[in-house]
């Protein structure tokens, strides 16, 4: 009864049109009353400590990181590095794309900015070159999402706050497995644009790489130093998050000299705009999270699913198509924030990492922000780059069923995650 009491609430009033952070406010207090120990108190005070977390710091300065490398140049020249480099080759503007989104996920840690980034300055490169436009900006769309896998990753903080694990751990399990989706991407392009008819540019001189690589040395800079610090315990994630958006400004700003102090404040509130529906989000979450305890959701769970508390694979499996179907209708944060404190009792009755469970769910739900209708970084591509929305979204199918390969691929053989994890640790 308890389990229908908060799936109806929520469902209802996100059905309703309710805003999702309200959703989950109602569905506390339903929660609360179902187990009549309803005290607007203990509501305030869950939300307030649902926010006040240390490691949350880091959401902001990671927003307004990816605000100022945008703004600021960084993402132009790492495009223009990675032009050089393989521009040339037969679709090659799609391999540009993909080179691109990694190191930038690597700057910023945002899906929806790197998605902005790529379809302004890409899309109408490929258009012109006569790339299919659906195509183009569904391989633009997928390759945004490996920005939340690898470091410095803003869903990996917020999942890590839910769910009481080492973020640092996080980050560093993140690099290989978002390196697999680069991979699977690249696979897939090649596979599709191998006989169609496109022209590539003019191969690029041996100086012109190096002219490239000069001018992109202080954008490339920013993810050595953060994943540097953050492998030999330079800094905490929420300090590299403060070193990020302090580099990002001043190389905007003093060395490639394009952002203007009169941009800042546009910047700011942009950044701010952004953190406070992430942190309004926790807050509600938290609410939601505390009940759900209270309410002994998690044992009602795993009693449920007890036949697969034996077999971790099927129970992971059986954890990654939940998510797929929440992912579908919901969008990332919310989703993490939903159901962290309902898996990760499951996960710890099975004896899987937590670091690898939270590597699978990360990819699971990064892919939700690609899978329609929800799908937040299909609007901003289709926004930006002037597509209709059914074209992208046909677009990016055979890229989306990759990236869903490598998540199950990675259910199937763990080590293809702890091995590497193991290392950068």
């Given at each position: 009864?308890?389990?229908?009491?908060?799936?109806?609430?929520?469902?209802?009033?996100?059905?309703?049109?309710?805003?999702?952070?309200?959703?989950?406010?109602?569905?506390?207090?339903?929660?609360?009353?179902?187990?009549?120990?309803?005290?607007?108190?203990?509501?305030?005070?869950?939300?307030?400590?649902?926010?006040?977390?240390?490691?949350?710091?880091?959401?902001?300065?990671?927003?307004?990181?990816?605000?100022?490398?945008?703004?600021?140049?960084?993402s132009?020249?790492?495009?223009?590095?990675?032009?050089?480099?393989?521009?040339?080759?037969?679709?090659?503007?799609?391999?540009?794309?993909?080179?691109?989104a990694?190191?930038?996920?690597?700057?910023?840690?945002?899906?929806?900015?790197?998605?902005a980034?790529?379809?302004?300055?890409?899309?109408?490169?490929?258009?012109?070159?006569?790339?299919?436009?659906?195509?183009?900006?569904?391989?633009?769309?997928?390759?945004?999402?490996i920005?939340?896998?690898?470091?410095?990753?803003?869903?990996?903080?917020?999942?890590?706050?839910?769910?009481?694990?080492?973020?640092?751990?996080?980050?560093?399990?993140?690099?290989?497995?978002?390196?697999?989706?680069?991979a699977?991407l690249?696979?897939?392009?090649?596979?599709?644009?191998?006989?169609?008819?496109?022209?590539?540019?003019?191969?690029?001189?041996?100086?012109?790489?190096?002219?490239?690589?000069?001018?992109?040395?202080?954008?490339?800079?920013?993810?050595?130093?953060?994943?540097?610090?953050?492998?030999?315990?330079?800094?905490?994630?929420?300090?590299?998050?403060?070193?990020?958006?302090v580099?990002?400004?001043?190389?905007?700003?003093?060395?490639?000299r394009?952002?203007?102090?009169?941009?800042l404040?546009?910047?700011?509130?942009?950044?701010s705009?952004?953190?406070?529906v992430?942190?309004?989000?926790?807050?509600?979450a938290?609410?939601?999270?505390?009940?759900?305890?209270?309410?002994?959701?998690?044992?009602?769970?795993?009693?449920?699913?007890?036949?697969?508390?034996?077999?971790?694979t099927?129970?992971?499996?059986?954890?990654?198509?939940?998510?797929?179907?929440v992912?579908?209708?919901?969008?990332?944060?919310?989703?993490?924030?939903?159901?962290?404190?309902?898996?990760?009792?499951?996960?710890?009755?099975?004896g899987i990492?937590p670091?690898?469970f939270?590597?699978?769910?990360?990819?699971?739900n990064?892919i939700?922000l690609i899978?329609?209708?929800?799908g937040?970084?299909?609007?901003?591509?289709?926004?930006?780059?002037?597509?209709s929305?059914?074209?992208?979204?046909?677009?990016?199918?055979?890229?989306?069923?990759?990236?869903?390969?490598?998540?199950?691929?990675?259910?199937?053989?763990?080590?293809?995650?702890?091995?590497?994890?193991?290392w950068?640790?």
């Amino acid at each position: 009864m308890t389990i229908a009491v908060f799936l109806g609430v929520l469902l209802g009033a996100m059905a309703l049109g309710v805003p999702i952070a309200f959703s989950l406010l109602i569905c506390g207090a339903a929660l609360m009353w179902h187990l009549d120990m309803f005290d607007a108190q203990i509501l305030a005070q869950n939300a307030v400590e649902g926010a006040n977390s240390f490691p949350l710091l880091a959401v902001p300065f990671f927003m307004l990181a990816g605000e100022i490398m945008n703004a600021g140049g960084l993402s132009r020249r790492i495009v223009g590095f990675a032009m050089t480099l393989v521009g040339h080759v037969k679709g090659g503007l799609g391999y540009v794309g993909i080179m691109a989104a990694v190191l930038m996920a690597a700057l910023s840690g945002s899906a929806v900015a790197d998605a902005a980034a790529l379809a302004a300055l890409l899309l109408p490169m490929m258009k012109r070159a006569g790339y299919d436009s659906a195509r183009s900006a569904g391989l633009l769309a997928s390759a945004s999402i490996i920005a939340p896998v690898i470091p410095p990753s803003i869903g990996f903080v917020v999942f890590g706050v839910a769910a009481n694990v080492s973020i640092s751990k996080l980050f560093m399990a993140g690099i290989a497995p978002g390196a697999m989706l680069g991979a699977a991407l690249w696979l897939t392009w090649w596979l599709l644009v191998r006989k169609e008819k496109i022209a590539a540019a003019p191969r690029a001189s041996h100086r012109q790489v190096l002219v490239a690589l000069k001018d992109a040395t202080f954008a490339l800079g920013l993810p050595a130093i953060v994943v540097g610090g953050l492998k030999f315990g330079v800094f905490t994630p929420t300090e590299a998050a403060v070193v990020a958006a302090v580099y990002a400004l001043f190389v905007s700003t003093v060395i490639y000299r394009e952002l203007k102090l009169s941009q800042l404040y546009d910047l700011f509130a942009a950044a701010s705009q952004t953190t406070a529906v992430i942190m309004f989000l926790v807050a509600a979450a938290m609410v939601s999270a505390w009940m759900i305890t209270v309410a002994n959701l998690p044992g009602e769970l795993v009693a449920l699913l007890q036949p697969l508390l034996d077999r971790p694979t099927l129970l992971l499996i059986a954890l990654m198509v939940i998510t797929m179907l929440v992912g579908t209708a919901m969008d990332m944060t919310p989703t993490i924030l939903i159901l962290t404190p309902v898996f990760m009792p499951l996960v710890k009755a099975a004896g899987i990492d937590p670091v690898y469970f939270g590597v699978l769910f990360m990819i699971n739900n990064a892919i939700g922000l690609i899978t329609p209708p929800v799908g937040t970084v299909l609007s901003t591509v289709a926004g930006v780059g002037k597509v209709s929305m059914d074209r992208v979204v046909r677009g990016v199918l055979p890229f989306m069923l990759a990236q869903f390969a490598v998540m199950f691929l990675l259910v199937l053989f763990p080590s293809l995650v702890i091995a590497p994890a193991r290392w950068f640790y």
